[in-house]
């Protein structure tokens, strides 16, 4: 039996200081946070379950692009996946972060950067529009599956963009008519370009993690490398003053149905992990 991350809760990560980091820069990143027979665990897990994609389509697992394929929802099925989340000890690192004293986890999001593909990357976006929550404890934890770098799909963010009020549309579509409280994607990379915003990424190893906040505005390239995939886990968690509030850009979650919700309410139910802290 895997025993609790060695690492994860010890006294030589200066707790005080990641929290300030994420809470200024909207991510932080965490080297080493699974190692051994966890980060292994995983990567196998990756590796078998990708067996399964039918290949064609889209599949409420599976879905696929030019130079990307995506898995969703594994941990409703795989034990690694769930044991991840609920005895590795990663769950008291997000909660310590976030400033959560409950957790809850409920997506995970699994994506492949394939080699040598002109296309694959993703555009820069948030991904607050698409969750079907409102509150400050909605952060993710993207784990390294394999090494990451310049050329090999980095995830790279703008610093401190959780920190604006205005949401995005997940599309970027500079649409003419747009719900309540959303604005037009603006050209960060000019922004960028002219020094008025700040764009942060790392080199990272596997196993390495960053925790990101819902509103962090985060792009990535292609994978350029000829070295291999690029991997990564993403669980999503939920903390005590989440709330349900959706819109048009939601996401429907799988197993809930739209009636049962009632905006304005703490989630709960079988789609939801309680997460001991």
């Not at 609790?4 to 200066?14: A, C, G, Q, V, Y």
């Not at 590795?88 to 310590?96: D, I, L, Q, W």
């Not at 509150?135 to 610093?159: C, H, N, Y």
């Amino acid at each position: 039996m895997m025993g609790k991350i060695d690492n994860t809760l010890s006294h030589d990560r200066d707790w005080a200081a990641l929290k300030a980091t994420y809470d200024s820069d909207g991510v932080v990143l965490l080297p080493g946070l699974i190692q051994g027979p966890w980060l292994s665990s995983m990567q196998q897990a990756v590796n078998d379950y990708r067996k399964l994609d039918p290949g064609n389509g889209q599949t409420e697992n599976f879905s696929r692009s030019p130079g990307r394929v995506v898995i969703r929802w594994m941990g409703r099925e795989i034990e690694a996946v769930q044991k991840l989340v609920t005895d590795s000890g990663v769950a008291p690192v997000v909660g310590k972060l976030c400033g959560a004293t409950q957790l809850k986890f409920w997506y995970d999001l699994t994506l492949v950067y394939t080699v040598g593909s002109p296309y694959g990357g993703s555009p820069w976006h948030h991904d607050i529009p698409a969750f079907p929550f409102r509150g400050t404890q909605m952060p993710s934890l993207w784990i390294a599956l394999s090494p990451v770098d310049e050329d090999r799909s980095p995830l790279m963010f703008i610093k401190s963009s959780h920190k604006s009020a205005t949401l995005y549309p997940p599309s970027g579509d500079k649409a003419a008519s747009l719900p309540s409280g959303y604005a037009s994607l603006p050209d960060w990379d000019g922004l960028v370009a002219r020094g008025e915003v700040e764009k942060v990424w790392w080199p990272m190893q596997a196993g390495d993690a960053l925790l990101m906040h819902q509103n962090v505005v985060h792009s990535t390239t292609n994978n350029r490398s000829k070295d291999g995939e690029r991997v990564s886990i993403i669980t999503r968690w939920i903390g005590e003053d989440v709330r349900w509030q959706r819109d048009a850009f939601s996401m429907q979650i799988p197993g809930i149905e739209s009636a049962s919700i009632i905006d304005g309410t703490a989630p709960t139910g079988d789609a939801f992990i309680d997460v001991k802290l």
